[in-house]
């Protein structure tokens, strides 16, 4: 009789875990990943041919990117995952001619402000901004905090 109650005990110690462990997996928190150059619209605007290596540096930092085989290419390179989601990948490559930028390949910002407002919206309510209402303090709604 001891040894029944006893299994008993220990297969609902195992189910109880299992079912914790495996329920858990869809609540752990993700962070948003963001990798690369982190670019300002203006800044890029502001590339004009003829600018030299060292102030398109100034401009926008160091690229992601320079090739050991072609150092007149530059590539700058970002991309950011939202809590898991799909990973959306940005890039600008410059080319340069004797330290002189000839063109740009690419847009960095190729979304649309409309593209941007429509893919913000499905992430409303994740993030409460801080505001002097809620005593400064940020709050992540998913995570509690």
């Given amino acids: 009789m001891q040894t029944i109650n006893r ?5 609902w110690a195992i189910t109880l ?21 982190l670019m300002e619209q ?3 605007n502001e590339l004009k041919p003829g600018m030299t290596k ?6 926008l930092g160091a690229p992601s990117v320079i090739s050991p085989f072609d150092s007149s290419r ?9 809590r898991g989601g799909k990973v959306r990948e940005r890039k600008l490559t410059l080319i340069f001619k004797n330290d002189t930028l000839v063109r740009t390949e690419g847009h960095f910002f190729a979304e649309t402000p409309q593209e941007m407002l429509k893919a913000s919206k499905a992430f409303e309510g994740d ?4 505001t002097p209402e809620n005593g400064g303090h ?3 709604k998913k995570s509690g905090g």
Avoid: E, M
């Fill in 138 to 140: 940020s709050a992540d």
């Fill in 54 to 59: 060292r102030q398109v540096i100034t401009l």
């Fill in 127 to 130: 993030y409460i901004p801080s």
């Fill in 74 to 82: 530059w590539d700058y390179v970002s991309t950011f995952q939202h």
């Fill in 42 to 44: 203006a800044k890029v």
């Fill in 7 to 11: 299994t008993r005990v220990i297969i």
């Fill in 17 to 37: 875990a299992s079912g914790f462990a495996l329920g858990g997996c869809g609540i752990l928190y993700k962070p948003d990943v963001q990798q690369g150059n």
